[in-house]
């Protein structure tokens, strides 16, 4: 098969959560629901939050980590979720404030929810980002009332991913445990990813689409070119990044952008909804019993960790 734009494969792949298993029974999947010459050359977009929650955060960045030299015809996007932007601030990754703020400055807006978020207080907190320290912190209530689970350490449930590198939850040793390979992984992630031309199977044939995607989403009501160019920074003066952590504020398209067709792709919600080109593939949240999904283009097909496709030749 020849490659053009009209049949070049994107696959926009969700949460991982620590999730290794899921992560390769839905890789392996992936490669075979798709022309393999398609496959090997497709982009491959990861939609952040590849820690936390599940036990194999190491070895799911361990995976990562090879599928370039595995895949050296495929294109493989990193964004950064929520969670992993906690877990770089905590080993002190996170690019500096453009103003020259202190870390400690994004602690003020929020500081009536330390005691209870048991924020972590010890080794190099005191110039540390806010989401670092409750990432590690030590959550007084034990259980998610909005999830029903129970928190696992932390209100990130970060308790996992210090485990899977060997240490107890919210120990300062994890900055010595994590490899070199790791770090740098988790400090180049970036916060927003765009495409000029992705092409989409449509009932009247094929639209060319720019794509963004971005962990959680745009925010409605500001400027669309404002928040790219403070996504494309990584500006960490703010406490919050609402397009990578928002919920309501972020979940449909911004109205701006209606002039040239825009895919919007996120992961986040713990749901999967897809309306008109906006598209959100989360099925699991992290949860032990929900599938990672993985969204196909041209063809919108979803796919998942969970499809038995043994039958399939």
Same mark, same amino acid.
């Given at each position: 098969?020849?490659?053009?734009? !009209?049949? &070049?494969? =994107?696959?926009?792949? $969700?949460? #991982?959560?620590?999730?290794?298993?899921k992560?390769?029974s839905?890789?392996?999947?992936?490669?075979?629901?798709?022309?393999?010459?398609?496959?090997?050359?497709?982009?491959v977009?990861?939609?952040?939050?590849?820690?936390?929650?599940?036990?194999?955060?190491?070895?799911?960045?361990?995976?990562?980590?090879?599928?370039?030299?595995?895949?050296?015809?495929?294109?493989?996007?990193?964004?950064?979720?929520?969670?992993?932007?906690?877990f770089?601030?905590?080993?002190?990754?996170?690019?500096?404030?453009?103003?020259?703020?202190?870390?400690?400055?994004?602690?003020?807006?929020?500081?009536?929810?330390?005691?209870?978020?048991?924020?972590y207080?010890?080794?190099?907190?005191?110039?540390?980002?806010?989401?670092?320290?409750?990432?590690?912190?030590k959550?007084?209530?034990?259980?998610? !009332?909005? &999830?029903? =689970?129970?928190?696992? $350490?932390? #209100?990130?449930?970060?308790?996992?991913?210090?485990?899977?590198?060997?240490?107890?939850?919210?120990?300062?040793?994890?900055?010595?445990?994590?490899?070199?390979?790791?770090?740098?992984?988790?400090?180049?992630?970036?916060?927003?990813?765009?495409?000029?031309?992705?092409?989409?199977?449509?009932?009247?044939?094929?639209?060319?689409?720019?794509?963004?995607?971005?962990?959680?989403?745009?925010?409605?009501g500001?400027?669309?070119?404002?928040?790219?160019?403070?996504?494309?920074?990584?500006?960490?003066?703010i406490?919050?990044?609402?397009?990578l952590?928002?919920?309501?504020?972020?979940?449909?398209?911004?109205?701006?952008?209606?002039e040239?067709?825009?895919?919007?792709?996120?992961?986040?919600?713990?749901?999967?909804?897809?309306?008109?080109?906006?598209?959100?593939?989360d099925?699991?949240?992290?949860?032990?019993?929900?599938?990672?999904?993985?969204?196909?283009?041209?063809?919108?097909?979803?796919?998942?960790?969970?499809?038995?496709?043994?039958?399939?030749?």
């Open positions: 098969m020849s490659l053009n734009t !009209e049949n &070049k494969v =994107t696959i926009c792949i $969700g949460d #991982i959560h620590g999730y290794l298993t992560l390769t839905l890789w392996s999947n992936l490669q075979t629901l798709i022309d393999p010459v398609q496959f090997s050359h497709a982009l977009i990861f939609l952040g939050d590849y820690c936390d929650r599940g036990p194999d955060t190491k070895r799911v960045i361990d995976f990562l980590l090879s599928l370039p030299s595995r895949y050296p015809n495929q294109t493989h996007i990193y964004l950064c979720g929520n969670h992993d932007l906690a770089a601030a905590f080993l002190g990754l996170l690019p500096p404030p453009p103003d020259g703020s202190p870390f400690s400055d994004t602690w003020k807006q929020y500081e009536g929810s330390e005691e209870r978020e048991g924020w207080k010890d080794d190099g907190y005191e110039n540390m980002h806010l989401q670092g320290r409750r990432w590690a912190g959550i007084k209530v034990k259980f998610n !009332e909005i &999830k029903k =689970t129970y928190y696992q $350490g932390s #209100i990130y449930d970060a308790g996992p991913t210090f485990e899977s590198y060997g240490v107890p939850h919210g120990s300062a040793d994890l900055i010595n445990a994590v490899p070199d390979e790791h770090k740098k992984f988790l400090a180049d992630l970036v916060w927003v990813h765009e495409e000029d031309d992705v092409c989409l199977e449509t009932d009247e044939g094929i639209l060319h689409c720019k794509l963004i995607a971005v962990h959680a989403g745009l925010e409605k500001k400027d669309v070119q404002e928040q790219l160019k403070f996504l494309r920074a990584k500006d960490t003066r406490n919050k990044v609402e397009c952590s928002g919920r309501k504020n972020v979940w449909d398209i911004p109205q701006e952008m209606t040239r067709p825009t895919i919007v792709v996120s992961g986040h919600h713990g749901k999967l909804h897809i309306e008109g080109l906006r598209f959100i593939i099925e699991g949240g992290g949860l032990v019993d929900k599938p990672v999904a993985a969204l196909v283009l041209p063809s919108k097909k979803i796919v998942r960790d969970t499809d038995d496709l043994k039958e399939v030749s």
